[in-house]
Structures are given as C-alpha cells and as structure tokens.
C-alpha cells in the first residue's frame, strides 16, 4: 500500500465515524485539552455528548476525562481526539453517574482501553443505566443508541486513586458527591488545571435532582477549590476559573439553599418554594426550565436538616 493510499484509506475512515459539529476543542496546556459540548439538551446532533470533557496526552497515551454520552458519541469524541493526537486513549476516567460521563465506556474498552471511577459512580451508574438507555433512545434516537452496552470500570476506588502515565500523574478525588451521588474530580498539578466533571457547571444553570446532594455539592465544590487552579475544565461549559466557577455554581446554590431555609423557617410548604428568589442567576443557560424544579428538589432536601 502506498503513502497515498495510505493517507486516503485513514481520511474515508474518519469520515465515516460520527462528528460533533458543536464540540469545541480548547487547549491548556502543552499536554491539556477541553472538549466543549453544547449547553442544551442531548440531541441527535450531539450524541448525548451535551458536556464538557478532558484530555490529557503523554508520551506514552492519552487519558480522556468522561466517556461520553453513547456509544456513538464515545466515537464522535476519538475523532476529534484522533484530531489532536496520534497517541491512542489508554485510559479513561469516569467522573460521575450521568450518562455522559460513562456510557459511552463500552466504545472505549472495544478500543483496549482501561476504565476507572469510584465506588459510588458505579453503584449509581448501575442503578440509572437502564432508564439512561430509555431516556436516551428518545432523546438522541434508537439509531444513534445503537451500540451502547453499560460497560462499568476496571478500576474502582472509594476516595482517591492517583494515575501515572508517561511521567504524567492525575490525582482523582471523591468525598460525598455533588450532581450524583459518585461525583469526583481530577487534579493535574503539572498544568494547575481540574476536571471537574458535574461538580461545576458554567453559562448554564446546574440540575438538582432526586440523586443529587445540595449540601454535600457545595462541599465537593469547596474541596476542588482548595487547590487554588488556575484552570477548571466544567462538566458544562467552556474552560474557565475559579471566579467564574464559585459564581455559576457555589454562588448558585449557597443562595438557593439560604433562601430555602428561610423559607422553611417562615413555615413554607413545597408548593411555594418555586418561588423563592432566584432572580440574580437569570443569566444562566437553561434558568427558566430548572430553576423552579431544583428549587422543590432542594426544599425536599433541607425539609428534614
């Protein structure tokens, strides 16, 4: 086979793979990159990849932050990485229980490569994937879906595990959760950058949902910070800074929470508490369709605090 032909058969090939036309590849570091979904809803567009996820390159392979959204979507994200490097993904790292975060996992162990997340993500990863498929199969189509099999990690742990590859070692932590019960981020001291995974949302409003901890998030949050980073790679959203990370998500739910208590101090029942202020967070993607649910989430949660 010749070099020309060679090079042909490789540029069919990627086109023939899944690409995400709204995914943004933003680099950090020498070694460091951001893969930036949308901020809306999964899609048949997006592949269920509606989220922001990591990569880091070695010279001995790569290390992707979050699977991705399906089986497809898993692809869609090689491709692009394929774009940035020749080095393969030797491992991945799931930083959570949503569906994004990990159920794309069966494309990455068909292409050899080692999965690790927390004991907690798996319990709760296990728990949803059925409903995940159900929900994704409407949301990105059945055809889009096809392929993707609940696939968990190889390798587990309950609070931190520190991963070396090519003289390059990620520190993974978990403490309560935050978005899902399994929740961890991931410290690259070397490019003072984390990833955050659904502990950090940015431009869009953050779910609180029947899985999530309002209480033990803004701990998760406040361990992450302690680091003092320079860059925060969000679960959604573009890369950013500590700033902008406390404002989007702290900021956001130390108010929700502050004025939930003194609403249920004054004797307020779930009904109203749609209606507790929070007005100064309007900005946010997404604000006029969680915010009034997230607040009776987290009155069902501080209720019995």
Do not use: C
């Not at 595990?161 to 959760?177: K, R």
């Not at 955050?196 to 803004?218: C, K, M, P």
Request: aromatic share 8%; charged share 15%; proline share 4%.
């Amino acid at each position: 086979m010749t070099r020309f032909t060679m090079i042909l058969t490789l540029m069919m090939s990627l086109l023939a793979r899944p690409v995400l036309a709204d995914m943004l590849v933003t680099q950090i570091a020498t070694d460091t990159y951001a893969l930036v979904g949308p901020l809306g809803n999964r899609d048949p567009e997006n592949l269920g990849n509606n989220s922001t996820h990591g990569l880091v390159v070695t010279p001995e392979g790569a290390i992707l932050i979050d699977a991705g959204g399906s089986y497809k979507g898993a692809q869609a994200l090689d491709t692009m990485i394929q774009g940035i490097t020749d080095q393969p993904v030797k491992f991945v790292i799931n930083t959570g229980g949503q569906d994004h975060r990990w159920i794309g996992n069966s494309y990455w162990k068909d292409k050899g490569a080692v999965i690790i997340a927390s004991n907690d993500a798996v319990a709760d990863q296990a728990s949803r994937a059925s409903m995940q498929q159900t929900v994704l199969a409407t949301l990105i189509g059945p055809e889009n879906l096809s392929g993707t099999t609940p696939i968990h990690a190889d390798i587990t742990f309950d609070e931190w595990y520190d991963l070396s590859l090519g003289g390059t070692t990620l520190q993974i932590s978990h403490l309560s959760g935050a978005h899902t019960p399994g929740d961890s981020f991931v410290w690259h001291p070397a490019a003072g950058t984390v990833f955050t995974g659904d502990i950090v949302y940015i431009q869009r409003i953050l779910g609180v949902l029947e899985f999530s901890s309002s209480a033990n998030w803004l701990e998760s949050f406040d361990a992450m910070a302690a680091l003092n980073p320079t860059h925060i790679v969000p679960g959604h959203g573009a890369v950013t800074d500590l700033a902008t990370a406390t404002r989007d998500t702290r900021d956001y739910l130390a108010n929700l929470r502050g004025q939930m208590r003194d609403y249920i101090d004054e004797g307020g029942d779930i009904i109203g508490s749609v209606e507790v202020n929070q007005s100064d967070f309007a900005y946010l993607a997404n604000f006029d369709i969680l915010a009034r649910r997230n607040a009776q989430q987290v009155f069902s949660e501080m209720e019995w605090e």
